[in-house]
């Protein structure tokens, strides 16, 4: 693996697993204050480090019905004051290079999504940051091939950059995960799995994505023993009626006892 970097008190590369978690989009204020401070108790408790990440805008719904947030302005706003009243980290998603700067005023992390990771002016605009970039595989991309996408980044000097595996498109309306991705691209650059993701059915449900979570233990299990730098994983308390993403969300009550098993495998596994 390439380097190891630190965001905020989360050491990234250094073979202790970090969890990325929080609600798909940003619901309101009142929502994702709440989810931050669940899922920092339970990952404080678990002694997990943690980065917290909701999304100001989803700009690749399917339908132009979906709900995509508040937007950069307020969005941002709300992230800030989020980081500030619990000290933790936070990410989310970037969709337009001139959205970059503005999104690192409020956040430690920016995340390119699976859809855009090709995109170069995206790419050196995240980087030219120096916020830490999370990079999402595209579902059409080859694990060997995300190198380029890191070069892209890193040729603004920002090495603080890593590689998140979500499912490969497999067929219409499905993925799957190749688990030999894994150290393929964890050879480029640290590698987080997202659990959620990963058991999406992209637009299966009539114009929004349905989901298969009850596979979510599965993947993240066999992700950890494979050997992963962090876990991401999308965390809602109810997920049946999120405004986006709830098909494949985790629910809120089933996090501690999954983290609880992830860490013991983490351990056998790793020696950590």
């Known amino acids: ?67 995509r947030g508040p937007g950069i302005v307020e969005g941002t706003r709300i992230l800030r004051a989020v980081a500030e009243s619990t000290g933790l980290p936070v990410l989310t998603d970037v ?62 000097g920002n090495e603080r950059v890593f590689l998140t595996e979500r499912g490969a498109s497999f067929g219409y309306n499905n993925l799957v995960v190749d688990f030999r991705s894994l150290p393929m691209m964890r050879a480029i650059a640290p590698v987080v799995f997202d659990g959620t993701h990963s058991v999406q059915q992209p637009s299966a449900a009539g114009g ?8 979510i233990p599965l993947l993240t299990r066999a992700a950890v023993a494979a050997g992963i730098d962090g876990l991401f994983l999308e965390v809602h308390d109810d997920p049946a009626n999120a405004k986006s993403d709830g098909a494949n969300a985790l629910d809120l009550k089933r996090l501690r006892p999954l983290l609880e098993r992830l860490l013991a495998i983490h351990a056998a596994a790793h020696g950590a």
């Open 208 to 215: 929004v994505s349905g989901g298969q979570p009850e596979f």
């Open 95 to 156: 969709h337009e290079a001139g959205h970059c700067a503005i999104a690192a005023e409020a956040v430690d992390v920016l995340q390119i999504p699976a859809f855009l990771c090709r995109q170069t002016d995206l790419l050196v605009a995240a980087g030219n940051t120096g916020r830490a970039v999370n990079i999402k595989k595209g579902q059409f991309v080859s694990p060997w091939d995300m190198q380029y996408p890191v070069e892209k980044t890193q040729s603004t």
């Open 1 to 67: 693996m390439s380097n190891v970097f630190e965001i905020g008190p989360v050491q990234v590369g250094a073979g202790k697993l970090f969890l990325i978690a929080g609600p798909c989009v940003i619901e309101s204020e009142t929502h994702v204050r709440h989810m931050a401070d669940e899922i920092q108790r339970i990952a404080s408790d678990l002694g997990i480090p943690y980065i917290f990440k909701a999304s100001y805008d989803k700009a690749n719904r399917t339908s132009v019905k979906s709900f």
